[in-house]
């Protein structure tokens, strides 16, 4: 009596006419009146024997306890103490995902990835990638044809065969290849006290003694010739040589079918999935520097006789890019000494063949040392930084056209620059943050200096001002590091 008295008080009291019970020991609330038609409207919230949608077990005249008939209504404090709510860190709330983020749509699955055409394949198009591939695949087509016109074959075979199966080297340097004679004075031939005569790039003969294989310096640079070197001269001879373009058009011309393969398959991979990843700018901005920072880098300190072509070392500025792409992500890889190990390795094989006859490691070396700067210039934070800063993971909205969480200030900052009131995008920084700047201007600043440290050298200086650096582009073995050097042949 006293549990029924107990549970019974609780219960809403009803009129003895109200109720009836049937006489099986419970009670069972019965209205005696009928319900009014709204009542079995299935829109109603009172419909299914008065239960209510919004709370389907409050019953009319009582409580429902379903199955536990003997359950107790024990009503809550309406004012409890609920324990109190500690935000989280500003950097937990954000997103630690590292690829650029697309914003949600109606047509985002059940994860909230949005499902679109992104391109070939399923994926995003690079078009700076595949743009500057078929440039490429378009020039060497070009120098093939120019061989066959003017050697009667598209690959070099006279007077030797060459091992990439390309052009032969003249006809390169007609072309556009970095060749220091066609772009400034060059001891031993400004100030030769004789007539200096050139392959011509037609010639499938060495013998420069054959009135049909002699031409002058003028004729095989191209592009509207050069002042020719006249017996007597110096090496302050003026107008010299200034075909300064060849820094950056030997980056679209290739030496044969395996050079541009192996250059174009790592470009076509490893360039396309950084171009999706950090946008188009960066990368056209990475790999136009690192090319041309390169051929500069190897018209300083490489052998002036070599030929210089092909897009290898913006290949390495862009693997540059993929190596802080990985230190930076280090702590959200599954293996990463193990990818680490690989790089490393897939690096020194890349600078190990470089020292093979005929190649120009300093581009790679070049190359590589602009990718990393600019790298730390225009990439986002390390994830470990960007947390301790409380900045979003989400770097390159600009790739997806949508902002990630916590965006929103940083771009309100950036807006701050454009709106006038540049100190405002400094204020409030951290000083990790200001740290952190400092690297990466320090960076940009360092190969800047660099890069007018290295352009005014190679002019100012007619050979090369280090005398050990030619170790890094070949092995000492037999004649290998003299094979680049000069072999002029001068007659009267």
Not at 90 to 96: G, I, K, L
Not at 139 to 151: C, R
Not at 245 to 260: E, S, V
Not at 319 to 341: Q, V
Request: net charge neutral; hydrophobic share 35%.
């Amino acid at each position: 009596m006293a549990a029924n008295d107990y549970y019974n008080s609780f219960r809403q009291e009803s009129s003895p006419d109200q109720y009836s019970s049937f006489h099986d020991g419970y009670h069972h609330p019965v209205p005696t009146k009928p319900l009014p038609p709204s009542a079995y409207d299935p829109h109603n919230d009172l419909y299914h024997d008065g239960h209510s949608q919004d709370n389907p077990y409050d019953t009319v005249g009582g409580a429902n306890h379903g199955a536990d008939q003997y359950a107790e209504d024990i009503p809550l404090k309406p004012n409890a103490q609920q324990p109190p709510q500690v935000p989280e860190p500003n950097w937990m709330q954000q997103n630690t995902h590292y690829s650029p983020e697309v914003p949600l749509s109606p047509e985002a699955d059940g994860r909230g990835r949005r499902r679109q055409r992104r391109g070939f394949f399923g994926r995003k198009i690079a078009w700076v990638t595949y743009l500057l591939t078929l440039i490429d695949v378009a020039v060497f087509i070009g120098e093939l044809v120019k061989n066959a016109q003017l050697t009667g074959s598209p690959f070099e075979i006279h007077p030797t065969f060459n091992p990439m199966i390309g052009p032969s080297p003249y006809v390169q340097i007609n072309m556009g290849a970095r060749f220091v004679p066609c772009m400034k004075n060059v001891p031993g031939i400004q100030d030769s006290t004789e007539v200096i005569y050139w392959n011509c790039p037609n010639s499938t003969s060495s013998d420069t003694n054959d009135p049909s294989n002699r031409c002058t310096l003028s004729e095989l640079c191209g592009f509207g010739g050069v002042p020719n070197p006249h017996p007597g001269g110096s090496l302050n001879d003026r107008p010299e040589p200034d075909q300064w373009y060849r820094f950056i058009i030997p980056m679209f011309l290739h030496g044969g079918i395996i050079h541009i393969g192996f250059n174009m398959l790592m470009q076509m991979t490893m360039g396309a999935d950084m171009e999706r990843n950090i946008g188009w700018w960066r990368y056209a901005l990475v790999y136009f520097s690192s090319g041309i920072f390169g051929f500069v880098l190897g018209g300083n300190y490489a052998a002036q006789g070599i030929t210089s072509t092909g897009a290898s070392g913006s290949l390495f500025g862009i693997m540059a890019l993929f190596l802080l792409d990985l230190l930076y992500t280090w702590r959200e890889r599954r293996s990463p000494w193990s990818e680490f190990i690989f790089m490393i390795i897939e690096v020194g094989i890349s600078f190990a063949l470089g020292l093979l006859p005929g190649l120009d490691n300093f581009s790679h070396i070049g190359g590589f040392i602009m990718g990393l700067a600019m790298g730390l210039c225009m990439m986002r934070s390390p994830n470990y930084i960007r947390e301790r800063i409380g900045l979003a993971r989400t770097p390159y909205v600009v790739m997806s056209g949508g902002a990630g969480p916590g965006r929103a200030e940083e771009e309100d900052k950036d807006r701050s620059i454009i709106s006038g009131q540049p100190l405002r995008f400094f204020q409030g920084r951290k000083p990790l943050w200001w740290a952190w700047w400092l690297v990466r201007a320090g960076a940009l600043v360092a190969v800047v200096i660099g890069f007018i440290v290295l352009v005014t050298n190679f002019y100012k200086y007619p050979g090369s001002t280090c005398s050990w650096c030619y170790r890094l582009s070949c092995l000492p073995i037999k004649n290998w590091c003299s094979l680049g050097n000069l072999q002029l042949t001068p007659s009267s």
